[in-house]
C-alpha cells in the first residue's frame, strides 16, 4: 500500500512539476509571440506585414499539429536541451512548444481588446513604443493575461498525462498504467481524482486574481 | 503658434480615396481658443491629430511655433508631444490606475523625478477639483470627472497646446458647461491655447475666440466667433449659427411659428455683443408705429458678449410697412431675416 502512496506522491510531484516549469516558459515565450504579433500586424506600432505573416504560420503550424505527435517530433530538441531522452524535465521542451504558440494567441485577443483610444492618449503624451507596451499595454490587459495563463495551465495539465507516452511520469500516466494494464481502479480514480483538484485549484487561483485587479 | 498650410490627408480604403482633410491652411494664434466646427466626418479629429502628428498628412506642412512637425525624428516629436496636451471625447483614461496613477502616467512619460511627481499631481487635482478622488479607479467617477482627470492628465507636463476633440460631446449640458467654464479658466490662468473640436454650435459660442467651419475636409468659412455669428456665409454656418436658438431643430421651430401665425411676417432678428444690450425693438416701434410682438426668443453668452436671436410676428396689418422696419433694424447693426 505505502509503495503505491509514494508513487502517487511522486507521479503527483512530477505533474506539478511538468505542469509549472512549463508554464513558466510558455508564458515568457507566449507573451513575447503575443507581443511580436500584436506590434507587426497592420495598424500596429511596428507594422510589419513579413515578420507578422511568418511568425503567424508559424504559431498556427505548431497549433495543429496534435500533442503525442509534436512530442515524437521534438524529442531530439528535448534531448538536446535536457540532456535525457525519458522523464519530467525532457518532456518540458514539448509542452512549452505546444503551450506556447496557445498562449500567445490569447495575448493577441487580450491585447487586440486594449481600448485604441487609451493608447493613442499615451502616444499624445509621448510616450515610446516600448512606453506604450510596458505601461500600458500590459496593465490594461492583464486580468485577459492571467485567465489566459490559468487556461494554459489548465491545457498542461491534460498534456502532462499524454506526456506519460514518452515517459515522463505523472499523474496521467499512473492513472493510465494502473487503469487500463494492471486494472487496480484504486489507483487510477485517486490520480483522477487528483488532476480534477489540480484544475480546479488552477482555475479557482485565476479567476480570483483577475477579480482582484479587473478595476473596470 | 500653430500653422497648418496646403494641408491634405487621403486615406486609401480598398474601395474608395477618402479626402478626409482637403488643402487645409489655418493660423492658430498663441493663447486663443479656437474653435473646429463641423458635422460628423468633416475631417475635424483629423486635423487636430495632424497638428501632433498621430497622423501624418499625404501633403502640406504643419509648423508648431515654427518647427516643421514632420522633419522631426520619433525622439524629437515624442518630446515635442509632451507640451501638447490631449483630451478626448471618451476620455481614454486607464482603467487599471487610479486617477492618481493615470495623471502620475504623463510625468513618467516625462521622465519627472519620483519625488516631484507627487506635489504636481496633487497640484493638479486641485486644479480640476478632483480633490478627495485620488485613489478612485476611473470606473468610479462620472463622465464630467472622467474628463477632468483627463485634462489634468493633458496639463500635467506645463503644454503650451491643449487639443481637445469633442471633449464635451459625451457629456450632459450641465456637465459641458462645467468643463467649458475650467478649459476657460486654465486658458486665462496659464495662457493655454486651446484648439476645440465640436459639432457643437453652443461650445464655440460659449467659450472660442476664433472659428473654423469645415465640411467635407475643406474649411468653408473662419472668424471671429462674432463675425461668424453675424454674417455666416456659408449654408452650414447658417445652420450651426441657426441651431444655437433653443433646440437644434429650427426646422420644427420654423413650422410650429408659421402655424400659429400663418398670416403676417415673421422675421428672425440676430443681435451680438454691445447692440444686445439696447432697447431696439422698442425703438423700432416708437419710430415705425408697427407692432412687434416676440414670439421666441434665446440668448446665449459667448466671449464677446451675449448673442441674441429673436423671432417676431408682423400682422398682415403692418405688412406695406414691413421693408421700413427691416432697413431700421439693419442701420441698427441687427442682421435681419425675413422667413
Ligand atoms: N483611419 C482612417 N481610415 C480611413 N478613413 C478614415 C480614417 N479616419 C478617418 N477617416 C475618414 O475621414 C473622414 C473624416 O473623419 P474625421 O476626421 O474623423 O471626421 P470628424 O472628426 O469631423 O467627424 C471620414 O469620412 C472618415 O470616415
Ligand atoms: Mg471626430
Known amino acids: ?216 | 503658434m500653430i500653422e497648418l498650410k496646403n494641408v491634405s490627408k487621403i486615406y486609401h480604403t480598398p474601395n474608395q480615396i477618402i479626402r478626409a482633410v482637403d488643402d487645409v491652411s489655418l493660423t492658430i494664434k498663441d493663447h486663443e481658443i479656437f474653435g473646429i466646427i463641423g458635422f460628423s466626418g468633416a475631417g475635424k479629429s483629423t486635423v487636430i491629430r495632424l497638428i501632433n502628428q498621430l497622423e501624418t498628412q499625404t501633403s502640406g506642412e504643419v509648423y508648431i511655433d515654427g518647427v516643421n512637425m514632420k522633419e522631426l525624428s520619433l525622439k524629437q516629436l515624442a518630446k515635442k508631444r509632451i507640451k501638447i496636451g490631449m483630451i478626448f471625447q471618451h476620455f481614454n483614461l486607464m482603467w487599471s490606475k487610479t486617477v492618481f496613477q493615470n495623471i502620475e502616467l504623463a510625468l513618467e512619460i516625462a521622465n519627472v523625478k519620483k519625488e516631484d511627481r507627487k506635489e504636481k499631481v496633487m497640484k493638479l487635482i486641485q486644479l480640476v477639483g478632483l480633490i478627495g478622488k485620488e485613489y478612485s479607479y476611473p470606473s468610479q467617477l462620472s463622465g464630467g470627472q472622467k474628463q477632468r482627470v483627463g485634462i489634468a492628465r493633458a496639463l500635467a507636463n506645463d503644454p503650451d497646446i491643449l487639443l481637445c476633440d469633442e471633449a464635451t460631446s459625451a457629456l450632459d449640458p450641465q456637465t459641458t458647461f462645467a468643463i467649458l467654464d475650467l478649459l476657460n479658466d486654465i486658458n486665462h490662468k496659464l495662457g493655454i491655447t486651446i484648439v476645440m473640436i465640436t459639432h457643437q454650435m453652443e461650445v464655440v459660442s460659449k467659450i472660442c475666440h476664433r472659428v473654423a467651419v469645415m465640411s467635407e475636409g475643406k474649411v468653408i468659412e473662419e472668424g471671429s466667433v462674432q463675425d461668424i455669428f453675424q454674417h455666416p456665409k456659408h449654408e452650414i454656418t447658417k445652420v450651426f449659427v441657426s441651431s444655437v436658438s433653443s433646440t437644434s431643430e429650427v426646422s420644427d421651430l420654423m413650422t410650429s411659428l408659421k402655424k400659429m401665425y400663418p398670416t403676417g411676417h415673421i422675421i428672425r432678428l440676430n443681435f451680438t455683443g454691445d447692440i444686445s444690450n439696447k432697447a431696439i425693438l422698442a425703438n423700432v416701434m416708437k419710430h415705425t408705429g408697427v407692432e412687434i410682438s416676440i414670439i421666441n426668443a434665446n440668448i446665449t453668452s459667448s466671449q464677446q458678449g451675449p448673442i441674441g436671436i429673436l423671432y417676431c410676428h408682423i400682422t398682415e396689418a403692418f405688412c406695406n410697412q414691413l421693408d421700413v422696419v427691416v432697413n431700421h433694424l439693419k442701420q441698427e447693426g441687427v442682421i435681419v431675416e425675413v422667413l
Open chain 1, 1 to 216: 500500500m505505502s509503495a503505491k502512496v509514494e508513487q502517487i506522491v511522486k507521479a503527483l510531484q512530477e505533474t506539478l512539476f511538468m505542469t509549472f516549469a512549463s508554464l513558466l516558459f510558455t508564458v515568457i515565450f507566449g507573451i513575447m509571440i503575443g507581443i511580436l504579433l500584436y506590434i507587426t500586424q497592420s495598424k500596429g506600432l511596428y507594422q510589419c506585414k513579413v515578420i507578422n505573416r511568418i511568425v503567424d504560420l508559424i504559431v498556427n503550424i505548431l497549433r495543429s499539429i496534435p500533442f503525442i505527435i509534436l512530442m515524437i517530433l521534438v524529442v531530439p530538441l528535448a534531448k538536446m536541451l535536457t540532456g535525457s531522452l525519458l522523464g519530467a524535465k525532457a518532456a518540458i521542451p514539448s509542452l512549452v512548444i505546444a503551450a506556447s504558440p496557445f498562449y500567445a494567441r490569447m495575448c493577441i485577443i487580450a491585447f487586440n481588446e486594449v481600448n485604441k483610444g487609451t493608447i493613442e492618449a499615451c502616444k499624445a503624451m509621448g510616450a515610446s513604443n516600448f512606453e506604450i507596451i510596458y505601461k500600458v499595454l500590459i496593465p490594461e490587459s492583464l486580468p485577459a493575461l492571467i485567465s489566459g495563463v490559468s487556461l494554459t495551465a489548465i491545457s498542461l495539465v491534460s498534456y502532462t498525462a499524454m506526456a506519460g507516452a514518452i515517459g515522463s511520469g505523472g499523474l496521467g500516466n499512473l492513472a493510465y498504467l494502473y487503469g487500463s494494464v494492471r486494472r487496480d481502479e484504486v489507483v487510477l480514480f485517486i490520480s483522477t481524482i487528483l488532476i480534477v483538484i489540480i484544475v480546479f485549484v488552477i482555475q479557482f487561483i485565476g479567476d480570483y486574481i483577475v477579480m482582484k485587479i479587473d478595476k473596470r
